[in-house]
């Protein structure tokens, strides 16, 4: 079993910026990929980063120059840099691990950025 547990949400202006923290408890050995998705009211949960252990690192398009993730595997944490927050980057923003077969989820944090 793996934990996730984020912080670091909340609510910006538009060309601000929020850093956001995940950090992994239990089973962490087995982590392979971990990563940030994200849920917009009425939409489908996204991927917006994810990095392997090896540090292979994928983006969505829409974030693509803005954020930039990281991860600590000494500490078993997980970033996400946001800069040049949007409008439309407002979510709730949701910690993603990936260990054998297995995914697990964090309970999601909001990011809130007005116009």
């Known amino acids: 079993q793996v934990q996730l547990v984020e912080s670091g949400g909340g609510l910006v202006q538009a060309g601000g910026s929020l850093r956001l923290s995940c950090a992994a408890s239990?089973?962490?050995?087995?982590?392979?990929?971990m990563g940030w998705y994200r849920q917009a009211p009425g939409k489908q949960r996204e991927l917006v980063a994810d990095?392997?252990?090896?540090?292979?690192?994928n983006y969505a398009d829409s974030v693509k120059g803005r954020f930039t993730i990281s991860r600590d595997n000494a500490k078993n944490t997980v970033y996400l840099q946001m800069n040049s927050l949007k409008p439309e980057d407002t979510a709730v923003y949701y910690c993603?691990?990936?260990?054998?077969?297995?995914?697990?989820w964090g309970q999601g944090t909001q990011v809130t950025v007005s116009s």
């Open positions: 239990g089973s962490t050995f087995r982590i392979n990929v």
């Open positions: 990095i392997s252990s090896g540090g292979i690192i």
């Open positions: 993603n691990a990936v260990a054998l077969v297995y995914v697990y």
